[in-house]
């Protein structure tokens, strides 16, 4: 049974930092690309960041880039993101996917497996 487990979130203040992780089991993702989604209250889920396969290549939404940074530790099937420089609007629950392949994309429909999320709330 596939299952992706999200930890990390929590209340921080605006400019803090924090680091998701997304521990994957089941089975290995270490041949497919693999994702970072969010989603705020009364939005639709968003794009986050995507990493490729080998780790090689990164994805990120122009709302993070420059303040998030995706990785993936293939060994452990762990995929993280580290958040810095947070504000109020990256206020939302964290969900991590798995892709249908090696190559990073922004598009939803292309991730298979998702986790169930995980909170991150910004105070100002």
């Known amino acids: 049974q596939v299952q992706l487990l999200e930890s990390g979130g929590g209340l921080v203040q605006a400019g803090d930092s924090l680091t998701l992780s997304c521990a994957a089991s089941g089975r290995s993702f270490s041949n497919v690309a693999m994702g970072w989604f969010r989603q705020a209250p009364g939005k639709e889920r968003e794009f986050v960041a995507g990493?490729?396969?080998?780790?090689?290549?990164?994805l990120y939404d122009d709302s993070v880039r420059g303040r998030f940074t995706i990785s993936r530790d293939r060994a452990k099937n762990t995929l993280y993101l580290q958040l810095n420089s947070l504000r109020p609007e990256d206020t939302a629950v964290y969900f991590c996917a798995t892709n249908r392949a090696g190559a990073p994309t922004f598009r939803q429909n292309q991730y298979i497996y998702w986790g169930q999320g995980t909170q991150v709330t910004v105070s100002s």
């Open positions: 990493i490729s396969s080998d780790g090689g290549r990164a």
